[in-house]
């Protein structure tokens, strides 16, 4: 049983139609490889971090939600639940708001966001909660290499600069990610994002997938030490 996440904002532009559209056959030939190899592993890490979730928090393990991906077309992505059963959604469109029109590292809320569950922020960071969408890309609405999906509501507040980066199909990890994501800014990932759409190749892909682990685990570094708290030495305080 999944939850469905998704909103009512406003719609995107395009319609859905078939899902491998705008995918090199080079690109879903790498994509449906290297999920068959990985199958063996991932598979029943899968189900092991479904039974985490259902034990540690009442609800379904798996969610939907409404996604923008190639061309405006939008379609439903798959994502482990990392958040409370119906939690409020308006934080997080207040926060995407600010870092789309100032200019500061796009940080996640994850840190201090009170809605994950117990074991929500440690999925998020080792990106374990986007496992499911390798069945978006078994279905050709995703792949693994590419700009991230945007919510709808996210991509109402694009501009037609901002909406190049939907001329490639999105992906679970892209040159963004492995390149600063959460110490860059909104219009530093839009611009990674159309230089990605415009100049994707074979090499790129196999090189961003072989940087991905090491960005992963480089950013879960970052969120452990702002997630530390701050232990005080009691002999500071002694006058």
Partial sequence: MMHSDASNPERAAQPSGNPSVGMPLWKRSLDLLLILLASPVLLPLMLVIALLIKTVSPGPALFRQERVGYRGRRFTCFKFRTMAV????????????????????????????????????????????????IFNVLRGEMSLVGPRPCIPYEYAGYSEYHRQRFEAVPGLTGLWQVNGKNSTTFEQMIEMDIYYARNKTLL????????????VISQTKQTTEEFKPVFRDPSLERH
């Fill in 86 to 133: 119906n939690a409020d959604t308006n934080v997080h469109q207040g926060h995407l708001r600010k870092l789309m029109e100032s200019n500061i590292p796009m940080k996640k809320l994850d840190t201090r966001d009170s809605r994950l569950i117990p074991c929500g922020l440690i999925l998020r960071s080792l990106g374990l909660d986007e496992l499911p969408q």
């Fill in 204 to 215: 790129m892909d196999l090189q961003i997938l072989l940087k991905t682990i090491p960005a």
